[in-house]
């Protein structure tokens, strides 16, 4: 068993990671962040800065086992959990031979775009190595033009793409995300205590932009149906251990 901790943008995932590293012994933990890597990888490989993400996160499997060939060669037999920004689909059972366990968090579309948008615009374009950041940096996108952008449509979701939502074994709500985390802990048989970390830098800002919300909603419409696909699922949710390795 390998638990696959898919963190998307903005969805309390730093907070969890501190939870994770609590509950884990050093050993068994693989934080996964090489993400600036990946997109340099992208943008080197001729793909248009805006669309460096879209690539990123949704190439064929194939094409995944080849540009994580290493990565996944190097993982130590000793890791049981891996944790950070990458498409699920890097872990999947074909490629590590091992069965995964997927985690993921997700928040209400709205909020979590308006949250990362402010988030990126803390960043100095003259020191970022991420092509598609830099670019909204450097051009000066205003927060309509960054929510309705096509290279940004659902990215939430961008991340589980090729997973079936019904194959995520903890699909948690960032909102209600310390009861969830008592879900999980039961799940999986380890203490994780709530932290709260790297908050968005504007309070309330979704509310202070609430205009653009049906409009947002309507048109990132699969991450609408993925948050809501998890409220349904919190509805339903048996806690159920996996299988022993």
Same mark, same amino acid.
């Given at each position: ?5 898919? +963190? ?40 248009? /800065? ?15 086992? #080849? ?11 000793? %890791? ?8 699920? $689909? *890097? ?28 988030? #990126? ?27 309705? +952008? ?14 079936? #939502? ?11 995300? /310390? ?13 994780? *205590? ?20 049906? $409009? ?5 419409? %699969? ?17 159920? /251990?996996? /299988?022993?390795?």
């Amino acid at each position: 068993m390998l638990y696959v901790s898919v +963190h998307i943008p903005k969805t309390a995932g730093t907070s969890f990671a501190k939870s994770l590293e609590q509950a884990f012994a050093p050993s068994e933990v693989q934080l996964d962040y090489q993400h600036e890597r990946d997109h340099a990888l992208v943008a080197a490989q001729g793909v248009e /800065a805006a669309k460096t993400h879209q690539e990123w996160l949704s190439p064929p499997l194939l094409q995944l086992a #080849w540009r994580y060939r290493k990565d996944l060669a190097e993982l130590p037999k000793s %890791i049981r959990l891996v944790h950070g920004h990458f498409p699920a $689909r *890097k872990y999947h059972r074909a490629l590590t031979w091992r069965k995964p366990f997927y985690i993921t968090w997700v928040r209400e579309p709205f909020a979590r775009a308006i949250s990362n948008y402010f988030y #990126w615009q803390s960043f100095d374009a003259n020191t970022m190595p991420d092509p598609l950041v830099r670019t909204i940096l450097l051009e000066r996108w205003d927060l309509e033009t960054y929510l309705f +952008h096509p290279a940004l449509r659902n990215y939430q979701s961008l991340f589980l793409k090729g997973l079936p #939502w019904k194959r995520i074994d903890f699909l948690g709500v960032t909102e209600t995300f /310390a009861k969830d985390l008592t879900t999980l802990s039961q799940m999986i048989k380890r203490p994780l *205590k709530p932290f709260v970390e790297n908050a968005g830098p504007i309070a309330n800002a979704a509310d202070k932009h609430a205009h653009l919300r049906n $409009r947002f909603l309507a048109y990132h419409d %699969i991450d609408a149906q993925l948050y809501q696909y998890a409220l349904d699922r919190q509805k339903l949710q048996t806690i159920q /251990a996996p /299988a022993s390795t």
